[in-house]
């Protein structure tokens, strides 16, 4: 059975740094892409990045490009997003989801760990 | 990026109802929208995936249709626990979600 556990979100001041980490079980890690999807308090779903298969490729939305860092350790079957220069907007539920194939089909979700920026 | 339209935002219907929830895309995306349901206080859940093909143990009243750049959701038989946001989202390029539709029963 595949599990996904997030951790690491916090309350962060405008301009800090997080690192938001998902820990998975019940599939081989380094076969499936991986993706970050946020959700603003009240808002819809945003994709945030993705990491194909070895970790080598990596794609991001506009908002975060330059400031966020998607990887994989496949050492310890685990997703990171570090999150540098935050800001008020990026205030969100962070959920980590891995794809079913080939296509950015988000079979598989974490629970979900909350990002707050404010001052 | 690709543009994702829902129609409608919200609907209220009964149990029983067959409910129709669409999705145009701004540009053509071939079959690859994918369905997601959220209760509130869940996490969003796979529901369709490739514009037909329902995930697994996803109930049968549940169906997806559509190519090219029109989509649509359709729960032909509404119960109590088909209460949520639905969201399409495309998987053609660099992936993207409609805004939602909250069903009310």
């Known amino acids: 059975e595949v599990h996904l556990l997030e951790s690491g979100g916090d309350l962060a001041q405008p301009g800090g740094s997080l690192r938001l980490s998902c820990v998975t079980s019940g599939f081989t890690f380094s076969e499936y892409a991986m993706s970050w999807v946020r959700q603003a308090p009240g808002k819809g779903l945003e994709f945030v990045a993705s990491v194909f298969g070895s970790g080598d490729d990596t794609e991001y939305a506009d908002s975060v490009k330059g400031r966020f860092t998607i990887s994989k350790d496949h050492s310890k079957n685990t997703l990171n997003l570090q999150m540098n220069s935050l800001r008020a907007e990026d205030t969100a539920a962070y959920y980590c989801?891995?794809?079913?194939?080939?296509?950015?089909?988000?079979?598989?979700w974490g629970q979900g760990t909350l990002v707050t920026v404010s001052s | 990026d690709i543009q994702m339209t829902q129609t409608p935002s919200s609907l209220s219907a009964s149990v029983g109802d067959r409910v129709t929830i669409a999705c145009r895309t701004s540009q053509n995306v071939d079959i690859y929208v994918n369905w997601y349901q959220q209760r509130p206080g869940e996490v969003p859940k796979l529901l369709v995936h490739s514009a037909s093909s329902l995930f697994s143990e996803v109930p049968s009243r549940v169906s997806g249709s559509g190519s090219g750049t029109d989509f649509t959701l359709t729960i032909s038989s509404l119960q109590p626990e088909d209460s949520a946001t639905y969201y399409c989202q495309q998987s053609y390029t660099k992936p993207t979600f409609g805004q939602g539709t909250k069903v009310e029963i």
């Open positions: 989801a891995r794809w079913l194939g080939p296509q950015s089909v988000y079979a598989y």
